[in-house]
């Protein structure tokens, strides 16, 4: 049983452009994600974050959206860039779960294209 | 400040024998976690330690088994290796319970 799902195993993009990246996720005990980015041969990379109590969060070129009631997120990076060529994972945790204890998503592979 | 150290980067083993991972986490970090990485299934976590205490498990089977040691180093066991344990092995450190991981490389393992 899947708890968070990222549908879109891949998405390409040209640079300069904007990347949305989704995730849903189905236990309601989930209150707290993240998005980690993941280069080849290397371990993932914490990029931002969101608590339940908010529905965005924003941290430069990077925007989290939360939708609660659909039990959907999103990840927008604007203005693309070649270097975000990565795979990324959504991930979710719930209240008084350690984050150390996270739940993924299989990733998307971005491409941004120069 | 030096990240998350996993050793050995690859390793090769055959059905049936047992392997032993090893991660030293970012100094001052006391909590560590380890998860698998496979093509099908993305990361899935496999356990959490914390003062050398284990917090959390995740749902694999008892031949895989892991230790944190008083300086925080962990180690992960799989005994009675099978084809399916092939996967890259993350471990990941944080301050605790509430602060965000930080991953290591990973450990490749392939199972012939």
């Known amino acids: 049983d899947q708890q968070v799902k990222q549908n879109s195993p891949s998405l390409s993009v040209q640079e300069g452009r904007i990347s949305i990246l989704n995730c849903d996720y189905t236990n309601s005990m989930f209150d707290y994600f993240l998005w980690y980015k993941k280069y080849p041969a290397e371990g993932p990379t914490f990029l931002i974050s969101i608590s339940s109590i908010k529905d965005k969060n924003e941290d430069g070129r990077f925007t989290v959206f939360l939708n609660k009631s659909a039990k959907h997120l999103s990840l927008h990076i604007v203005p693309s860039q070649p270097g975000d060529s990565a795979v990324y994972f959504c991930?979710?945790?719930?209240?008084?779960?350690?984050?150390?204890?996270?739940?993924f998503g299989q990733g998307t592979i971005l491409t941004v294209h120069p | 400040k030096a990240g998350v150290t996993q050793t050995p980067r690859y390793l090769i083993k055959t059905r049936g024998q047992q392997v032993t991972l090893s991660c030293s986490p970012i100094?001052?970090?006391?909590?560590v976690s380890w998860y698998q990485q496979t093509p099908g299934q993305g990361l899935q976590f496999l356990f959490e330690?914390?003062?050398?205490?284990?917090?959390n498990k995740g749902n694999f089977p008892g031949r895989f088994s892991g230790r944190q040691f008083s300086n925080s180093r962990s180690e992960m066991n799989v005994s009675t290796l099978e084809l399916g344990d092939s996967a890259l092995y993350l471990c990941?450190?944080?301050?605790?319970?509430?602060?965000?991981?930080?991953f290591g490389s990973g450990t490749q393992l392939s199972v012939l």
């Open positions: 100094s001052g970090h006391r909590s």
């Open positions: 991930a979710a945790t719930g209240s008084g779960t350690s984050y150390g204890k996270l739940t």
């Open positions: 990941a450190s944080s301050l605790g319970a509430n602060e965000k991981l930080f």
């Open positions: 330690y914390f003062s050398e205490t284990q917090r």
